[in-house]
């Protein structure tokens, strides 16, 4: 009978622990209104949270440790800033998850966004396709000129 009563007991106390420390927060309902999300999310962040929030800084200065402890809401790799020298698609994957795992591992858990600068493709990553400028392909004044190369090499697809 002793034994039984403890058995409850603990069932007990873990269901009021989670219950006490499970807080509905309406931002992380996705059945929930974009506006009362966004509105619930303000309400619920400090000062500090919201400018770091509004703030990108460059890969190369970025950590993990960085993303959490500053709250960064961007995070940009500029040209020329690859996780390693011969980076693989894998390579930008693992970075990239290093510093979301940051972000996420905040408070509120709110992700950031990613950035790379590559406008004409991903030349970065070890064996990728580089496309032309959409600024030489619009000052060739050939509007199909796009259209035509892809029809030539449609694998760059």
Do not use: C
């Not at 303000?42 to 990108?56: C, D, N, S």
């Not at 979301?100 to 030349?123: E, F």
């Amino acid at each position: 009978m002793v034994s039984v009563l403890v058995q409850w007991l603990g069932i007990a106390s873990v269901w009021a622990a989670t219950a006490v420390g499970a807080e509905y927060m309406k931002y992380k309902d996705p059945n929930q209104p974009v506006g009362v999300r966004v509105e619930d999310l303000l309400m619920r962040m400090t000062l500090e949270e919201k400018i770091g929030q509004m703030v990108q800084i460059d890969r190369t200065v970025a950590t993990a440790d960085v993303m959490r402890d500053y709250y960064i809401g961007s995070l940009l790799s500029g040209g020329g800033s690859t996780p390693l020298p011969g980076a693989t698609a894998t390579d930008w994957v693992n970075m990239v998850n290093k510093f979301q795992k940051g972000s996420l591992s905040t408070r509120l858990g709110i992700p950031m966004i990613y950035g790379i600068d590559a406008v004409h493709g991903h030349n970065n990553v070890v064996n990728a396709t580089i496309f032309p400028h959409n600024v030489g392909l619009g000052a060739t004044r050939q509007v199909n000129l796009s259209d035509v190369y892809l029809f030539r090499f449609p694998t760059l697809i």
